[in-house]
């Protein structure tokens, strides 16, 4: 019968296989993490004999390494030095104790203040550095120097690390020390030095004053440029006319329109402010209006033909007279005083002209001569910096004020620093297991065996149908297979699992020939022929299993039979094969045993004879199991595939290689055989308990053990039936 290449199990007899699907796709576990969890958990041992190792060596470093003391000794540094001064700048200008502190730090660590140490401290230098020429010497000393700030505050720690506690105190306190002095000592050098470059500056200056002084006399002498102190104050300045310009023209324009306007009034003119402050106009105004009132008084009372009221008349026409010809006096006046502005305006506009001109020829002089003039009063405000900073730094060479201070001297430490032992363990441990797990993560990737069914399914590209835990100590010779003797085992499970998937490989639902391989030898396939055969019985088919292994058979010890007679003699000698078919203890199963060992064993199995008994033992059989050499070794298992409906290939977990798989998949394909699937066998479960967890979790085997329990009794007891 022919098999599909798509095993499915069958739901009413795998309930238990629900769980293990479950657990195998649990998408609350990335596949990524699980699998590398199971690696470390199977190579556990490499990682912690890694671990162990670094952690050894971490120890034997610890005691065997000599003791380092750490001193300190804490430090003030001031950027602010104390304000006695204000041009503190002058004598601090790049020094060590300004603003840049960093360079304060370096000094601490410089090995000419380390030589002065090692000066001072002498003989105890030697023991504790050792005999070396005076500059490694210093520089094994500043190797030692450590300079921290303290934050956010201006203390700085001192440290110094010595194999002698009382040296390394010795050795930071002095360093201390000696910088504090050559502090103060540069101080005062620095002060000295700005005071005599001070003097020597003022005297250039002082020299450059009087020749910028005599630079300007003689160009005002040369230019007959008057000091602008002693110039007349009477003289008109080009502002002066300017402004006496537009005042002239303001009153010449004022003029020019109050006579036009008053020249076209007519009569109207004794209305216009200037009339009527005229004295003479006022007066006759006033005369004119008196006689009016006469002539009105008197008309009324002595009639129009009185020689008085003529007379009156003859008057006021008179004062009448007077009073247009005062009003036109004024606006001769008047037009006399616009004549007047109009020449003031033209000859200011002339002197304006004129002193344009002259000033224009004067403005490069001047700028000149007020150039020169401020350089005389830059000259001489240098010179008064000068002098005052003179002053003052030759106070500051005085001054014993420093920005350092010692705040703490050390004290020899009683607890040395290194080794550090809390930290070389957690370091080691750290390496140990890194290295651990970068062993164990190359071995899996260097490793090429079928270990998963992921394996077989998605890098072999094969079906799977199933795996088979390893039981511990060897079979041997025995009575019954594994699945009769412990029916609830893991083992006897797992064999029906791949009954339950092999019947349902089938295309009919079940039967058929099948061939039972591996790849190499030792990989378990008599024993899988033999259980695989026990389960099928049991399930209610008739099964024979042929012990097709001619050269190293096998098959006989799991049902604790004879060799002899059996395949070989029905093949060679032409003997009745029905005679030759052994019964076991396992009701529906027998047993063909592989007889004698022939000298050709090829020749036989690929003979016609053998294909006339599987046709004649088809139809006596439901299912037909043949055990058959490896692949790879011999030729046999390629000769039997082209008789049989499929072949199961068995692997051993862990130790086959996928190359040696692939190899026997091709010679199978080579003639033409087809493969039903692959039986992942001596899976180490106890061993590898995290890596096979996915597929055979413990609550597994639990759970059949309580639920089959009647059904595996009374499986165990058919045989004796």
Not at 146 to 153: I, K, L, S
Not at 356 to 363: G, L, M, P, T, W
Request: net charge neutral.
């Amino acid at each position: 019968m022919p098999f599909s290449r798509d095993p499915r199990p069958a739901p009413d007899e795998l309930e238990s296989g629900s769980s293990d699907v479950k657990r195998m796709t649990d998408p609350h576990v990335p596949e990524a993490l699980r699998r590398y969890w199971a690696i470390l958990h199977k190579r556990r041992a490499l990682v912690a004999a890694c671990t162990g190792a670094v952690l050894l060596v971490a120890t034997v470093h610890d005691l065997t390494a000599r003791r380092v003391f750490e001193a300190t000794a804490q430090l003030l540094v001031d950027l602010d030095s104390p304000d006695v001064l204000s041009n503190r700048e002058v004598v601090e200008g790049g020094d060590p104790g300004g603003e840049d502190t960093q360079t304060q730090y370096e000094l601490l660590r410089s090995r000419s203040l380390a030589e002065a140490a090692l000066g001072r401290l002498g003989p105890e230098a030697a023991a504790e550095l050792g005999n070396l020429s005076p500059v490694p010497r210093a520089e094994a000393f500043r190797s030692r120097v450590t300079v921290e700030a303290v934050p956010t505050t201006r203390l700085v720690n001192l440290r110094f690390r010595a194999h002698d506690p009382v040296f390394a105190a010795r050795a930071v306190n002095l360093l201390a020390e000696l910088y504090v002095e050559r502090w103060l000592e540069f101080r005062f050098t620095t002060s000295h030095e700005a005071a005599a470059w001070l003097t020597n500056q003022a005297r250039e200056e002082e020299a450059k004053l009087r020749a910028a002084e005599e630079a300007v006399q003689r160009f005002r002498e040369r230019q007959r440029l008057i000091d602008p102190g002693t110039e007349n104050a009477n003289d008109p300045t080009l502002a002066g006319l300017n402004q006496a310009l537009i005042e002239s023209r303001t009153e010449r324009i004022e003029l020019g329109t109050l006579y036009r306007e008053m020249d076209g009034a007519g009569s109207e003119r004794q209305s216009f402010p200037l009339v009527r402050s005229s004295a003479l106009v006022g007066g006759l105004r006033e005369e004119l209006a008196e006689l009016r009132d006469e002539e009105a008084r008197l008309a009324e009372d002595l009639g129009e033909r009185h020689p008085r009221l003529r007379d009156v008349r003859d008057r006021a026409s008179a004062v009448e007279g007077q009073l247009q010809s005062a009003v036109e006096g004024v606006l001769v006046g008047l037009r006399a005083e616009y004549e007047m502005a109009v020449a003031r305006e033209a000859r200011l506009v002339q002197e304006v002209k004129a002193d344009r001109r002259a000033a224009f020829a004067r403005a490069p002089a001047m700028r000149r001569l007020a150039a020169l003039q401020q350089e005389v009063e830059d000259r001489r405000q240098v010179l008064r910096d000068l002098a005052l900073r003179r002053e003052e730094a030759a106070l500051e060479s005085r001054l014993r004020a420093t920005n350092l201070r010692i705040v703490e001297t050390a004290e020899p430490p009683r607890k040395p620093i290194l080794p550090e032992r809390g930290r070389n363990y957690r370091l080691a441990l750290i390496l140990g297991l890194a290295a651990g797990v970068f062993l164990v993560v190359l071995l899996d990737r260097l490793d090429d065996s079928v270990r998963t069914p992921e394996d077989v399914t998605n890098d072999l590209k094969l079906p799977f149908l199933g795996l088979v835990p390893q039981v511990g100590g060897a079979l041997g010779r025995t009575e019954l297979p594994e699945i009769m003797r412990e029916p609830e085992a893991a083992l006897a499970e797992a064999y029906r699992l791949v009954r339950t998937n092999l019947t349902f490989s089938s295309a009919r639902g079940g039967g058929g020939v099948i061939l039972v391989s591996s790849s190499v030898p030792g990989e378990g396939k008599t024993t899988t022929v033999a259980n695989l055969a026990a389960s099928l019985a049991l399930n209610g088919s008739r099964v024979l299993a042929v012990d097709a292994d001619l050269r190293r058979p096998s098959l006989h010890e799991q049902f604790g039979l004879c060799s002899t007679p059996g395949l070989s003699d029905v093949l060679a000698k032409a003997r009745g094969a029905r005679k030759l078919i052994r019964s076991t203890p396992v009701k529906g199963l027998q047993v063909l045993p592989s007889g004698g060992e022939p000298p050709n064993p090829s020749e036989l199995l690929g003979s016609e004879r053998l294909r006339r008994l599987l046709a004649t033992q088809r139809r006596r059989y439901h299912w037909i199991v043949i055990d058959a050499p490896p692949i790879l070794a011999l030729s046999d298992a390629p000769v039997l595939c082209t008789l049989v409906d499929g072949l199961v290939l068995v692997v051993w977990a862990e130790t086959t290689t996928r190359p040696a798989v692939r190899r026997a998949i091709e010679q199978i394909a080579q003639v033409g055989g087809r493969l039903v699937g692959v039986v992942l066998n001596k899976v180490d479960l106890a061993g590898n308990a995290a890596y096979y967890s996915q597929y055979y979790p413990e609550y597994y085997y639990k759970y059949y053990a309580q639920t089959r329990a009647p059904a595996g009794a009374h499986g165990a007891s058919a045989p004796g039936a």
